[in-house]
């Protein structure tokens, strides 16, 4: 059934003219339509206008199911482009180790962070996994996310690798947000390869990723490329081995130091590079001009006690900045996108206009979905947000702590209605 949104306050993110992303200047603008309706049929958005060609509208689509958006702003759903959401335990207990003071790094030297979770995936079922991973997208769906990358990790061996993408390939054959999947094989050093480092390369290359592309696992190739990780030679290798399987790279790149991450994503045109706390004018020339979407993941900077990456910067010199919320157990243990929007105007000086931007199309860019996601047009992706009444759409970051979403429309259909 068809859905006829009117009454609506603006509708927010309106771009017809093919924008896949929006960089620099750019960014403080998000185009609207005020008083207005929306109509949605099957999956897809099929016309919009002011509210006084509503009757016409209504009359010409005769059995659609009415919604009532008196107040409310419709803009599109969240695109959430770096999670690790399938993972098989929390670890708060590391988290009173952080409060106690020690460093991410220390915590990982000890056998925390990455490979605690690496050990206990594969202690965990399939099945377990699943139903863990499912509950979690129900929870950022009801909060207005309508699509999430999803990346492996947490296995750091061929077995538990593999099963966390078959993991990933059933919650998208079943789960009403729009998923993509990446292959992050190389997410940390196992313990058991301490001082031997290149043969986990190998294995990496040479035994996970060949099952990866044969089952059609992943469509994205990513490495952790930062200080105590991996190299940007291992990068270099893992990421060409990775295009020969037709596999797009999405990189961590520079959240603990100056790695050179940046620079070897946009040799290999990255679709992503993401973290970028160390970000310098080296960097930021690197990505001017290049296909890259640089991706902010402030909920870890807020989580670990980071810096902050150079959002300013970055935009004041002219590139795209996208945010996500890098949802995992050990850095940053939540999917919330809206305390993500908040979080882009608190610690980075974004306007509203660039928040929104950066957790709708330019996010939905960083997944290769910005052309039916993350803005409102005739013929895209009916995933939308009604949002609660608010008074204006700075509302939305501003009030930080609070739910502002009422309703979540995903591929057409009313999954979320908070209002009863």
Request: with cysteine.
């Amino acid at each position: 059934m068809s859905l006829l949104i009117k009454n609506i306050k603006s509708i927010l993110q309106l771009r017809e003219n093919g924008s896949l992303m929006v960089s620099g200047r750019d960014m403080s603008e998000l185009p609207s339509l005020h008083n207005a309706w929306l109509l949605t049929g099957d999956e897809n958005i099929m016309d919009y206008g002011t509210m006084d060609s509503f009757e016409k509208a209504m009359a010409d689509n005769p059995g659609s199911e009415v919604v009532d958006a008196e107040g409310k702003y419709v803009m599109p759903a969240f695109c959430d482009s770096h999670t690790h959401l399938v993972y098989p335990a929390s670890r708060e207990i590391e988290y009173i180790d952080k409060i106690r003071g020690l460093t991410y790094e220390e915590i990982a030297k000890r056998g925390g962070g990455i490979l605690n979770s690496a050990r206990k995936m594969a202690e965990t079922t399939e099945e377990e996994l699943y139903e863990s991973a499912m509950d979690r997208l129900d929870e950022i769906m009801a909060l207005g996310t309508g699509a999430v990358e999803i990346k492996s990790g947490y296995g750091l061996n061929a077995e538990n690798e593999i099963k966390m993408l078959r993991v990933v390939k059933s919650l998208k054959e079943n789960a009403p947000l729009e998923i993509v999947s990446t292959f992050l094989g190389a997410h940390a050093i196992p313990a058991e390869y301490k001082g031997k480092q290149t043969e986990y390369v190998d294995l990496v290359i040479n035994e996970m990723l060949p099952v990866v592309a044969a089952e059609e696992l992943a469509d994205y190739i990513d490495v952790f490329c930062d200080r105590g990780f991996f190299t940007v030679e291992d990068t270099d290798r893992i990421l060409n081995a990775g295009m020969k399987f037709g596999l797009r790279p999405k990189i961590h790149a520079n959240e603990l130091d100056y790695s050179g991450g940046i620079q070897v994503g946009v040799k290999y045109n990255a679709l992503s590079v993401d973290h970028l706390e160390y970000t310098g004018d080296e960097e930021i020339e690197a990505l001017l001009g290049s296909e890259t979407m640089p991706t902010l993941l402030p909920g870890a900077s807020f989580f670990l006690g980071l810096i902050y990456a150079p959002a300013r910067k970055m935009i004041d010199a002219g590139l795209p900045v996208a945010m996500a919320s890098d949802f995992n157990p050990g850095s940053s243990p939540s999917g919330n996108m809206q305390f993500i929007l908040s979080l882009g105007s608190i610690a980075y000086r974004m306007l509203p206009e660039e928040a929104i931007n950066a957790v709708t199309i330019n996010s939905a860019y960083a997944m290769g979905l910005s052309e039916e996601m993350g803005s409102i047009g005739k013929g895209k992706r009916a995933n939308l947000i009604i949002t609660k009444e608010i008074p204006t759409y700075e509302f939305l970051p501003y009030a930080y702590g609070s739910d502002k979403v009422e309703k979540v429309i995903l591929n057409g259909k009313l999954m979320v209605d908070k209002a009863g």
